[in-house]
Each structure stands twice: as structure tokens, then as C-alpha cells.
């Protein structure tokens, strides 16, 4: 099967296996897992941060960062579309009481505009405190789309001057930053909080870390615990992430190039009406008859090709390090033959 669903569905290489295999491991709740130190420490130090915290997934690591950056009755500015608010179970009102202002913004994005529209008065009982501004870079249901960094700066800006924190949601923070070129450091500088995520396309299998500075990481690892995420020997799959951002960062634009072979295949099929531009290794695409979306995905499934269902017409492929040159060629094929 040539699985296009998520970059989540990949399975760690040989050498990543051995390099699993061969980790250090102590009891992490302990701070004595020298792998899990590791990979905090060198995540930390690539994008300038003071510290970060190894966590079980992407959902747990946003979780915990609004958990400490709001309180309940508070109010976080997202995208109507961004993961912390429609992928994440309903999280940031169960876990932190908080509620959200959600803002609507071209592919996912949101800008400086935007949030300066929202933002409540503080002075005025009536409204929520605004408390967080939360931006998602690459956007997931954007279609994969990359900020405009001098947007980011704007954003940055704004909330310094109305005493916000701002958290970045990076699960595919990478593929973004392949994309804009932009100083790890840089880009890390802009935020108070960041999440990224180790089993998307870097490949890893498990986990996700939070960054942030050491004051914010030390109150994180007593969220982290409440919410059940203390890990014993972790470094057995913190190794997986460590391997995964060392060797699997610069291949990020072999999935780029496939998403664009992808989007040209589609953008030539009679039967799609639209496909997001590609931006990263992510491929959103509308079909011309809604009615006809499961129809769409089994004939794919027919071809040995596996598609997610993504609302209303449309139709999500990503490409990731499991997927080949000769995989892309097969799709592409595919989608032509498909009338
Ligand atoms: C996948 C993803 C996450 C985290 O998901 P987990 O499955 O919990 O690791 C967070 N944000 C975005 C945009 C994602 O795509």
C-alpha cells in the first residue's frame, strides 16, 4: 500500500531501530534517562531556548503550554481550523477551563489584523481575559501552508506590546522551515512556548517536545505528570526523535518536491476542482462533486493507494519518508487514469 493519509504512518528505519536499541536509559521522571536528556537538551539548543520537555505526543505538548499559559475563564486567540482547537478532544476547555476566540485567516494562518480585532478589552468585566495567542506553522488544514515571517514578527510584536504570550503549534515546524529558510534561532526567538513533533515527517515513532525557557519547562514537568505523561525509560523512544532530528531534517525537501508532483497530476484531472497551492509535503485538493468523495478515495484504495477524507469534497495526501519517487509515479498515474 502506498499510504498518503499522514506523515504518522511511518515506520522507523533499520538504523534507527539499532541507534533505538543501543540508548542509555534511566527513570525520566527522575531526570536521570541520559537519551531523554539528550534530545531535550539538543532540541532546546537548536532553536535558542533554555530548556525542553519530552512528551508523549503533539496534542499533550499544546495542551500543556496553554494548561500554563491561561487560566480558567480565560481566552486563547486560534484559527477556526488550528489543531489545538478541533483536533485536540475539546482539550483546551476540559484541561485549562479556558475558552477559545476562534479567527478565520487564508489557509489556516492568521495575522497581526486578526488577533488586534479580537483581543478583548481588559478593563471591560464583561469579556474573557485574552490570554494567549496560539499560531500553527505549517498550518495543517491550510494545505500545508508556511507563514510570511515578517508576519510572525508583527504577531510577535503586537502580543509584546499587549503582554502576551505566544505559542507556536510546530508539529511540521520543519517543513516550514525548510521552506522560508529562516534561522532556527531566529524563527525561535518569536515565541514564548513551541511544540514540535518527532513522529511526523522526521519519522520517529513516538514523541513530541515542548521548548521553552527554564522557569516555563519546570512548571511544564509538573502538567506533564498530572495529565499522566511521566515516562519511565523514555530514552528507548526519545533515541527514535534524537536519530530523526539529526538525520531526517534535510530530506524534508524530497517530500516537498513529491507534494508538488502530486498537486501538478491533480491540477491536470478533470474530476477536482481545486487543490490548495503545495507549499510543504502536504496536498489538500476539492473535488468537483462532493457526492462523490468516498467513491474518489476506494477507487485510489483500488490502485493500492490510501487518501484521507478531509470534509465537504475534500481529500488530504501527504508525503513522507516512506513514500518513494516510484510511489509518487504510481499515484500520479493514478490520478489520471481515474475518470
Ligand atoms: C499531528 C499534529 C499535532 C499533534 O498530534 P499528535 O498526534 O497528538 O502528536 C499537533 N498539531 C498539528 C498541526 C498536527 O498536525
Same mark, same amino acid.
Given at each position: 500500500m502506498?499510504?498518503l493519509?499522514s506523515?504518522?504512518v511511518?515506520?522507523?528505519?533499520k538504523?534507527?531501530?539499532?541507534?533505538?536499541?543501543?540508548?542509555?536509559?534511566?527513570?525520566d521522571?527522575?531526570?536521570?534517562d541520559?537519551?531523554?536528556n539528550?534530545?531535550?537538551?539538543?532540541?532546546?539548543?537548536?532553536?535558542?531556548?533554555?530548556s525542553a520537555l519530552?512528551?508523549?505526543?503533539?496534542?499533550?505538548?499544546?495542551?500543556?503550554?496553554i494548561?500554563l499559559?491561561?487560566n480558567? /475563564?480565560?481566552?486563547?486567540?486560534?484559527?477556526?481550523?488550528s489543531? #489545538?482547537? =478541533?483536533y485536540? !478532544? @475539546? %482539550?483546551i476547555a476540559?484541561?485549562?477551563?479556558a475558552?477559545?476566540?476562534?479567527v478565520?485567516?487564508?489557509?489556516?494562518?492568521i495575522?497581526?489584523?486578526?488577533?488586534e480585532n479580537w483581543?478583548n478589552?481588559?478593563n471591560?468585566?464583561?469579556?474573557p481575559?485574552?490570554?494567549?495567542?496560539?499560531?500553527?506553522?505549517?498550518?495543517?488544514?491550510?494545505?500545508?501552508a508556511?507563514?510570511?515571517?515578517?508576519e510572525?514578527?508583527?504577531?510577535?510584536?503586537?502580543c509584546?506590546?499587549?503582554?502576551l504570550?505566544?505559542?507556536?503549534?510546530?508539529?511540521?515546524?520543519?517543513?516550514?522551515?525548510?521552506?522560508?529558510?529562516?534561522?532556527?534561532?531566529?524563527?525561535g526567538?518569536?515565541?514564548?512556548?513551541?511544540?514540535?513533533?518527532?513522529?511526523?515527517?522526521?519519522?520517529?515513532?513516538?514523541?513530541?517536545?515542548?521548548? /521553552?525557557?527554564?522557569?516555563?519547562?519546570?512548571?511544564a514537568?509538573? #502538567?506533564? =505528570?498530572?495529565? !499522566? @505523561? %511521566?515516562?519511565?525509560?523514555?530514552?528507548?523512544?526519545?533515541?527514535?526523535?534524537?536519530f530523526?532530528?539529526k538525520?531526517?531534517?534535510?530530506?524534508?525537501t524530497?517530500?516537498?518536491q513529491?507534494?508538488?508532483?502530486?498537486?501538478?497530476?491533480?491540477?491536470?484531472?478533470?474530476l477536482?476542482?481545486?487543490?490548495?497551492?503545495?507549499?510543504?509535503n502536504?496536498?489538500?485538493?476539492e473535488?468537483?462533486?462532493?457526492?462523490?468523495?468516498?467513491?474518489?478515495?476506494s477507487?485510489?484504495?483500488?490502485?493500492?493507494?490510501?487518501?484521507l477524507?478531509?470534509?465537504?469534497?475534500m481529500?488530504?495526501?501527504?508525503?513522507?519518508?516512506?513514500?518513494d519517487?516510484?510511489?509518487?509515479?504510481?499515484?500520479?498515474?493514478?490520478?489520471?487514469?481515474?475518470?
Amino acid at each position: 500500500m502506498i499510504d498518503l493519509r499522514s506523515d504518522t504512518v511511518t515506520k522507523p528505519e533499520k538504523k534507527m531501530l539499532d541507534y533505538m536499541f543501543q540508548a542509555k536509559l534511566g527513570d525520566d521522571v527522575f531526570e536521570e534517562d541520559p537519551t531523554v536528556n539528550e534530545l531535550q537538551d539538543y532540541a532546546a539548543s537548536l532553536f535558542g531556548k533554555e530548556s525542553a520537555l519530552y512528551c508523549s505526543s503533539g496534542t499533550q505538548t499544546n495542551q500543556i503550554a496553554i494548561n500554563l499559559h491561561v487560566n480558567p /475563564g480565560g481566552e486563547v486567540i486560534c484559527h477556526k481550523d488550528s489543531h #489545538v482547537f =478541533k483536533y485536540e !478532544g @475539546g %482539550g483546551i476547555a476540559k484541561n485549562s477551563g479556558a475558552s477559545t476566540r476562534t479567527v478565520s485567516g487564508d489557509r489556516g494562518r492568521i495575522t497581526v489584523d486578526e488577533i488586534e480585532n479580537w483581543i478583548n478589552p481588559e478593563n471591560d468585566v464583561h469579556y474573557p481575559l485574552t490570554q494567549l495567542v496560539s499560531i500553527e506553522d505549517t498550518a495543517n488544514r491550510g494545505g500545508g501552508a508556511v507563514y510570511d515571517f515578517n508576519e510572525i514578527v508583527r504577531i510577535r510584536a503586537f502580543c509584546n506590546k499587549m503582554n502576551l504570550p505566544l505559542h507556536l503549534d510546530g508539529a511540521r515546524v520543519f517543513n516550514a522551515l525548510t521552506e522560508n529558510q529562516i534561522d532556527y534561532k531566529t524563527y525561535g526567538k518569536q515565541f514564548d512556548s513551541i511544540s514540535i513533533c518527532l513522529s511526523k515527517g522526521l519519522g520517529a515513532p513516538v514523541g513530541s517536545l515542548l521548548l /521553552g525557557d527554564n522557569d516555563f519547562i519546570n512548571r511544564a514537568k509538573r #502538567v506533564r =505528570k498530572v495529565f !499522566g @505523561g %511521566g515516562m519511565r525509560q523514555a530514552g528507548i523512544i526519545a533515541a527514535g526523535g534524537l536519530f530523526a532530528l539529526k538525520n531526517n531534517v534535510n530530506r524534508l525537501t524530497i517530500d516537498h518536491q513529491h507534494a508538488k508532483q502530486l498537486e501538478k497530476a491533480l491540477n491536470a484531472s478533470s474530476l477536482i476542482k481545486d487543490v490548495i497551492p503545495v507549499e510543504t509535503n502536504i496536498v489538500v485538493f476539492e473535488l468537483n462533486d462532493h457526492k462523490r468523495t468516498n467513491e474518489y478515495i476506494s477507487a485510489l484504495e483500488n490502485h493500492g493507494i490510501l487518501a484521507l477524507t478531509f470534509g465537504k469534497g475534500m481529500i488530504r495526501m501527504v508525503t513522507h519518508l516512506d513514500i518513494d519517487q516510484s510511489a509518487i509515479h504510481k499515484t500520479c498515474e493514478c490520478i489520471h487514469s481515474i475518470v
